[in-house]
């Protein structure tokens, strides 16, 4: 089956830790994205990549970082330097990112710093 | 300014009876596109249905449909026939094309949470 796995489910992290979050899909989709959303908003964008080797920063990239080696794989790290990492952290993938593809999300991962 | 505009955070409906549940939108971008979203209490998100602005009809997946009145700039989507496992936050994006260059991110609401009662 296709799809998009993120791993873990849910993570906890101390203060000052990196951590890094894992996306992978098996679509063959060129661009994967990578949201924030904390209770009571929408998502915000983080980064997103439409190809292998790009990415651009998206609204709230401040503290995150993130690689697109292969087409497959689109890691998360937070970083120590994200003042409130606390939230649910969604990826998303879309054939090609152009006007009317919709984008398919994995099942997300709840992070906790402790 | 809020660019997508979801004026019910939470609403109920009986089953089996249609429920609307509300976006307006703000654009001047002449082509843009929207798109509704299910998240139910596991997080994931769940594409449900998609109107181009330039879509001459309005989009309908099977229960799902959009009342999509451009002049108003809204797109309320509606459900029929609603179903115990309907219920869930309910999330309206809009992505436009040309303002937004090569930026491809979608515009997110902050969504309407549907309880349907048995």
């Known amino acids: 089956d296709g799809g998009i796995t993120q791993s873990p489910k849910y993570l906890f992290r101390k203060e000052g830790q990196n951590v890094t979050l894992s996306c992978e899909q098996n679509?063959?989709?060129?661009?994967m994205y990578w949201y924030r959303q904390d209770p009571g908003q929408g998502l915000r964008l983080i980064y997103y990549s439409q190809i292998v080797n790009d990415f651009q920063k998206g609204d709230i990239a401040e503290g995150y970082s993130v690689s697109r080696e292969k087409k497959e794989s689109f890691p998360l790290t937070v970083t120590s330097a994200q003042k409130n990492p606390t939230a649910f952290y969604l990826c998303a993938s879309s054939i090609s990112g152009s006007g009317g593809d919709e984008q398919f999300f994995g099942p997300g991962t709840r992070l906790t710093v402790l | 300014a809020q660019k997508i505009t979801q004026t019910q955070p939470g609403m109920f409906v009986q089953e089996k009876e249609a429920v609307t549940l509300d976006c307006t939108y703000d654009?001047?971008?002449?082509?843009?596109?929207l798109f509704w979203y299910k998240q139910p209490s596991s997080g994931e998100m769940i594409f449900l249905i998609y109107?181009?602005?330039?879509d001459q009809q309005n989009a309908t997946e099977g229960r799902y449909s959009l009342n999509f009145q451009k002049a108003r700039k809204s797109a309320n989507l509606v459900i029929s026939a609603s179903q115990l496992g309907d219920s869930a936050m309910y999330f309206c994006?809009?992505?436009?094309?040309?303002?937004?260059?090569?930026?491809?991110?979608?515009?997110w609401g902050l969504g309407t949470s549907l309880g349907v009662n048995p």
């Open positions: 109107q181009g602005s330039y």
């Open positions: 994006a809009m992505r436009e094309h040309y303002n937004a260059g090569n930026n491809r991110k979608l515009i």
């Open positions: 654009t001047s971008d002449p082509s843009y596109g």
């Open positions: 679509l063959n989709h060129d661009a």
